[in-house]
């Protein structure tokens, strides 16, 4: 190999590094604060969302605005064992917003003393005569959310671990915003 091949071969090579090095920059910029990619692994969101979905979630928006009624959202819910702490991702649908008093008479939500539509609910349970088996937690006594929290809900009211049973969730810990359902293919949909 001459000297200008060489140095041909030295520049390919410095060029390759650079680009790989700009690409692994810009991936760990847009996962730290623009989108990222989260794994379903439950059932608390069915019919909308399935077990081993995997959902974009938009890390911006929230910088700039509220989280919004209806909308999903994934949070770090941290918990305490002994000296061991463990965080656990979770998605729900937010059900109240700072300053809301959320309740549940008979599985019907109400906001505000309204009863809020909640077409996204599976229709076989919704059908439920039992009102355990429609919801699981049939009566849930008026709740006030504080400034800077929030009250969320699973899809699935069955199977859901949600504001019902660790009361409303501090505003902080949310990651960000559903967008979309990437995977499987098949069921790629906008939320």
């Known amino acids: 190999m001459n000297r200008s091949e060489s140095s041909r071969l030295l520049r390919q090579i410095r060029e390759w590094a650079i680009i790989v090095v700009v690409a692994v920059v ?12 989260f794994y379903i692994s439950g059932p608390s969101m069915e019919p909308t969302m399935f077990q081993n979905n995997r959902v974009l979630v938009d ?11 209806g909308e999903i959202v994934v ?13 656990d991702d979770l998605i729900k649908r937010v059900i109240g917003v700072p300053g809301d008093t959320v309740e549940i008479r008979q599985c019907v939500v109400l906001v505000n003393d309204l009863p809020i539509e ?20 049939v009566d ?3 709740t006030t959310v504080e400034p800077e929290h929030l009250f969320v809900l699973g ?14 969730i501090r505003r902080e810990i949310v ?5 979309m359902i990437i995977w499987p293919i098949r069921m790629f949909t906008f939320l």
Do not use: M
Not at 75 to 87: K, L, N, P, W, Y
Not at 156 to 164: K, L, Y
Not at 175 to 179: F, S, T
């Open 26 to 37: 810009i991936a760990v910029v847009v996962r730290a604060f623009l989108l990222q990619q």
């Open 59 to 69: 890390k911006l928006s929230y910088r700039f605005r509220e989280p919004r009624r």
């Open 75 to 87: 949070f770090d819910r941290a918990t305490v064992s002994g000296d061991t702490i463990q965080h």
């Open 118 to 137: 909640e077409d996204y609910l599976d229709p076989f349970f919704v059908a439920q005569a039992d009102p355990v088996d429609r919801c699981r937690t």
């Open 140 to 142: 849930l006594a008026p």
């Open 155 to 168: 899809d699935n009211r069955v199977e859901s671990f949600d504001s019902r049973a660790f009361g409303t």
């Open 175 to 179: 990651v960000g915003r559903a967008l």
